[in-house]
């Protein structure tokens, strides 16, 4: 766990969740919600949309067409446009006059299975792979190679993969073994259910990355109550 003393309700039911929360913390002065600009049925005080560099808008479809949850159009009720990446921010989003925040990724730490921290030099000059099920691998790719660190092989899974098929890390084990790894860097969010599986006999080492924006700002007030 992460965040430590932060409490963390995971449900389909939005309404229901919140309702949870303050009743067992009634001192919370704010609740952060993930994925839910699309979800009306629950008042936002203040909506952050994040959009990422490599993927973009993709062909500017909403889901299955396209990588859009909702259409362009929806971002006028936005509060902030969060930009995850180096570039420009792209005139699509900035045509809508809101407030765009950059920033990208960086490598915080690196640990092991046993959440020991293990120094970048030790994974230097070693044959290095990558292992992810997560929506952006190349996100992934990008920060580990702009910390210096090279990859021969990057197994790629679907979003939010499981894990749970005995098939497939035999699979892993195999190319490992044959390809001589000696690392397989994953993500921390992989390594939340990977670090449950029995007889895991891989070389993991966990990335752990924050997000740091690029320039200070100042969050708009929220009335409380």
């Given at each position: 766990m992460k965040l430590k003393g932060i409490p963390v309700i995971a449900g389909k039911n939005r309404k229901l969740s919140i309702m949870i929360l303050e009743q067992k913390f009634?001192?919370?002065?704010?609740?952060?919600?993930d994925d839910s600009f699309q979800h009306l049925k629950v008042k936002h005080d203040l909506d952050f949309v994040i959009f990422n560099e490599i993927g973009g808008i993709g062909n500017g479809f909403v889901l299955p067409a396209g990588i859009l949850r909702e259409s362009m159009s929806v971002l006028k009720f936005a509060d902030y446009i969060v930009f995850n990446g180096e570039g420009k921010i792209p005139e699509k989003l900035q045509k809508y006059n809101k407030i765009a925040l950059k920033g990208n990724y960086q490598i915080k730490?690196?640990?092991d299975l046993n959440k020991n921290e293990i120094a970048i030099e030790k994974l230097k000059n070693q044959k290095v792979a990558l292992l992810s099920g997560i929506g952006q691998p190349k996100s992934f790719e990008k920060t580990v190679l702009d910390s210096g660190l090279k990859f021969e092989e990057h197994f790629r899974f679907?979003?939010?993969?499981?894990?749970?098929?005995?098939?497939?890390?035999?699979?892993?084990?195999?190319?490992?073994?044959?390809?001589?790894?000696?690392?397989?860097?994953?993500?921390?969010?992989?390594?939340?259910?990977?670090?449950?599986?029995?007889?895991?006999?891989?070389?993991?080492?966990?990335?752990?990355?924050?997000?740091?924006?690029?320039?200070?700002?100042k969050l708009l007030e929220i009335p409380i109550g």
């Open positions: 009634p001192d919370l002065d704010y609740i952060i919600l730490k690196f640990y679907p979003d939010h993969f499981n894990y749970k098929d005995y098939g497939i890390i035999r699979d892993l084990k195999n190319k490992v073994e044959n390809n001589k790894i000696d690392y397989l860097l994953t993500t921390e969010k992989d390594f939340m259910k990977l670090q449950f599986m029995e007889n895991l006999e891989l070389p993991l080492v966990v990335v752990a990355v924050e997000f740091c924006l690029a320039t200070n700002f």
